[in-house]
């Protein structure tokens, strides 16, 4: 298991189309499993190993796919906009 973290790691600090493949495929993991509280925490572990350009992708994604649908199925906890670390 520890080599699949590991190379899951390397992926996703490489970045590019397959490191932004792989942070989307594990949320969308994350979420089906667990839902949107464990999300949250993989967003704190997952986001930051993408490189900075990538983090900026993931980002305009999210706000892309808010924007089209306007926020109606969205909703926010405040667990998940909780600044603990």
């Given amino acids: 298991m520890a080599d699949f973290q590991t190379e899951m790691t390397q992926k996703l600090r ?3 189309e397959e490191g932004i493949r792989i ?7 994350v979420r089906k499993n667990s839902g949107n509280q464990a999300i949250a925490e993989w967003v704190k572990v997952g986001y ?3 490189p900075l ?3 900026q992708v993931v980002l305009a994604l999210l ?14 906890s405040s667990d ?3 600044g603990g670390s």
Wanted: charged share 25%.
């Fill in 14 to 16: 490489a970045g590019g």
């Fill in 23 to 29: 942070f989307l495929g594990m949320s969308k993991l």
């Fill in 48 to 50: 930051p190993a993408l």
């Fill in 53 to 55: 350009k990538d983090q």
């Fill in 63 to 76: 706000l892309d796919s808010y924007l089209e649908h306007e926020g109606s199925r969205i909703e926010i």
């Fill in 80 to 82: 998940a906009t909780a």
